[in-house]
């Protein structure tokens, strides 16, 4: 985010301002959910007179914000400290979500986050006290989905093998031996484990690609025409028999931490690569360290890991078929634009007492 210029933060914002009574335009077509119950009807609403904003984006987020919001006190805020000094008196808080907030509010209905991951918010003990909770679900998951495919593209090409012999000038066709008995993702097997909004949005790519797509998901059987079958979670152990590429895509929670262990890498096949770009606690990173060391895996790409930022003395670094990205999936201009229209647009919607868009679910976790 640091490295957008000034321009073309203008620019986003500019896009993310319009205040319209449907879903913006760039909003559409990502399967957000809409609250089955109005702000206005929900305990102790009532029209805010003050929010904090978290200007993570720059200062010139308040103005598209200030549009959706009219006489609405914006009070713009950098760090969790100064907001633990202002929330007192603010009805709803946008971008954070820290216990030493909730502990000084007194009127603090809202949160809304600016990203998908929760895991760390709905533990809080404040947020369990009745306060609406909204974040970005679904906002990066076509940015995440081509992140997805690129680091699949690039283990089955052996594009990381290749990357290293360039390092050297070294000119060495047989760099990347496994693309010879891998050869193409068309008619391979590919299984996404977690089917929400980036598995939904990586099968389609998957299928596009005439991969054929097997998933799982926590919730239901249900999925799109393009994936062949949906399986409950407590088949991905059995569909990863299957697999040739296996997609962690699944969200943190008590069920799926630690999921990916040494038993499921046993059940994978030996040419089948690993990629990961849900939330890294869920896999337990020794037992991958392990598979790949042992050949049980083919390989790995890897956007989310186990700590994060992994230490520079992990093994994981240095490991060949691997290839590992700093958390960077989700980062696009289309994500930061998605982003400030669904805050514009909830904003809108709460100050006008209507149902939000994206509300979390504190039991389920997301």
């Known amino acids: 985010m640091k490295n957008f210029t000034w321009a073309v933060l203008l620019s986003l914002l500019a896009g993310a301002g319009a205040c319209a009574a449907e879903v913006p335009a760039s909003l559409q077509g990502l399967g957000l959910r809409e609250s089955s119950t109005a702000s206005r009807d929900l305990p102790g609403w009532k029209k805010p007179e003050k929010i904090l904003v978290h200007t993570m984006f720059g200062p010139q987020i308040?103005?598209?914000?200030?549009?959706?919001?009219?006489?609405?006190?914006?009070?713009?805020?950098?760090?969790?400290?100064?907001?633990?000094?202002?929330?007192?008196?603010?009805?709803a808080v946008i971008g954070y979500c820290e216990q030493e907030i909730f502990a000084n509010a007194d009127q603090l209905r809202w949160v809304q986050v600016y990203f998908a991951g929760v895991e760390n918010c709905v533990s809080l003990p404040g947020i369990k006290s009745g306060i609406l909770l909204s974040n970005g679900q679904?906002?990066?998951?076509?940015?995440?989905?081509?992140?997805?495919?690129?680091?699949?593209?690039?283990?089955?090409?052996?594009i990381d093998s290749y990357h290293a012999e360039q390092a050297s000038a070294n000119w060495n066709p047989n760099a990347a031996t496994a693309i010879r008995s891998f050869g193409e993702l068309s008619g391979r097997t590919m299984l996404v484990v977690g089917l929400g909004g980036i598995g939904t949005q990586v099968a389609k790519r998957a299928h596009a690609l005439g991969m054929r797509v097997l998933a799982t998901r926590g919730s239901s059987r249900e999925g799109p025409d393009y994936v062949e079958y949906v399986g409950l979670a407590d088949e991905a152990i059995k569909l990863a028999t299957q697999a040739d590429v296996v997609v962690n895509a699944a969200p943190l929670t008590d069920a799926t931490r630690g999921m990916f262990d040494k038993e499921f890498f046993a059940a994978m096949k030996s040419s089948a690569y690993f990629v990961?770009?849900?939330?890294?606690p869920s896999t337990v990173t020794e037992d991958l360290v392990a598979a790949l060391r042992s050949g049980q895996i083919a390989g790995a790409g890897l956007d989310v890991v186990d700590p994060e930022?992994?230490?520079?003395?992990?093994?994981?670094?240095?490991?060949?078929?691997?290839?590992?990205?700093?958390h960077?999936?989700?980062?696009?201009?289309?994500?930061?634009?998605?982003?400030?229209?669904?805050?514009?647009?909830?904003?809108?919607?709460?100050?006008?007492?209507?149902?939000?868009?994206?509300?979390?679910?504190?039991?389920?976790?997301?």
């Open 62 to 91: 308040l103005e598209p914000l200030r549009a959706a919001a009219p006489g609405v006190e914006l009070v713009p805020v950098n760090s969790v400290a100064e907001a633990v000094q202002a929330v007192s008196g603010a009805q």
């Open 138 to 158: 679904r906002l990066s998951s076509p940015t995440i989905a081509d992140h997805t495919m690129a680091l699949t593209y690039a283990l089955v090409r052996g």
């Open 276 to 280: 990961s770009v849900g939330r890294g």
């Open 309 to 326: 930022p992994l230490p520079r003395s992990h093994p994981l670094w240095s490991m060949p078929r691997v290839i590992i990205t700093p």
């Open 328 to 366: 960077v999936a989700a980062m696009s201009a289309e994500t930061f634009q998605r982003i400030l229209a669904l805050v514009s647009e909830n904003l809108r919607r709460y100050v006008a007492g209507e149902p939000l868009l994206s509300v979390v679910d504190i039991e389920r976790g997301y």
